[in-house]
């Protein structure tokens, strides 16, 4: 599975951005989904994740009620929409794939990451 993520940017605390994910080489449908993200000088951590149904979504603590995960199974395509952005979002996000109910942990596949900075 190919992953390739799009829609980072630099957005001003409070705004929001829709960060998209366009999978490739393998049945998409089959696999769980999520994104991850990494700052600077910390490890990388879940975000959000997603079964390949969309029947099962859940989302790290520090982002519940602020981002939404989805996925277009026509479009190959996962989506991670987050609104009120904090400084402290601030970091490379990853989209993750794995073959399975869940994507973490240990995620197959990985993108090759998209930044999104969030000024104060």
């Known amino acids: 599975v190919q992953l390739v993520e799009s829609g980072g940017g630099l957005v001003q605390a409070g705004g929001s951005l829709r960060l998209s994910c366009a999978a490739s080489g393998r049945t998409f449908s089959n696999y769980a989904m999520g994104w991850f993200r990494q700052a600077p000088g910390k490890e990388r951590e879940f975000v959000a994740g997603?079964?390949?149904?969309?029947?099962?979504?859940y989302y790290a603590d520090s982002v519940k009620g602020r981002f939404t995960i989805s996925r277009d199974n026509a479009k190959n395509t996962v989506y991670l929409q987050m609104n009120s952005l904090k400084p402290e979002d601030t970091a490379v996000y990853y989209c993750a794939a794995k073959h399975g109910l869940l994507v973490r942990p240990n995620p197959n596949y990985w993108g090759q990451g998209t930044q999104v900075t969030v000024s104060s």
């Open positions: 997603i079964s390949w149904s969309g029947g099962s979504i």
